[in-house]
């Protein structure tokens, strides 16, 4: 069974960082892409970031280079950088397992079964 438990999510000023961590379990993290979404409030989810299996990263355009995905196998963890934050940013935050070594950018692509609880993120002055 895959499970996945975020954790990192805060307040924090606008300029400010945070590490957002997920932690996997149930299934050969190494040979899948993670990804991230977020959701915030009267929106609707949308991708953040990918890590493939091949240790490829991509990112949604408004990430604009504050952003960084980065992933260790050895201890089933995929992370999230977010640096620069903005209010705009304010969102629960979410990752999710690719069904595949590559990343999928639709949310609706996500098994329902492949996404954790999430973590909340709050930018605000």
């Known amino acids: 069974e895959v499970q996945l438990v975020e954790s990192g999510g805060g307040f924090v000023q606008p300029g400010g960082s945070l590490r957002l961590s997920c932690l996997a379990s149930?299934?050969?993290?190494?040979?899948?892409?993670m990804m991230w979404f977020r959701h915030a409030t009267g929106q609707e989810r949308e991708w953040v970031s990918t890590m493939t299996r091949d240790a490829e990263t991509y990112y949604a355009d408004f990430c604009e280079g504050r952003f960084t995905v980065f992933r260790d196998n050895a201890q089933n963890n995929v992370y999230l950088q977010l640096n620069s934050l903005k209010t705009e940013g304010s969102a629960m935050y979410y990752c999710?397992?690719?069904?595949?070594?590559?990343?999928?950018?639709?949310?609706?692509?996500?098994?329902?079964?492949?996404w954790g609880q999430g973590t909340q993120v709050t930018v605000s002055s």
């Open positions: 999710a397992k690719s069904p595949y070594w590559f990343g999928l950018t639709s949310y609706r692509s996500v098994n329902d079964n492949a």
């Open positions: 149930g299934f050969t993290f190494g040979n899948y892409a």
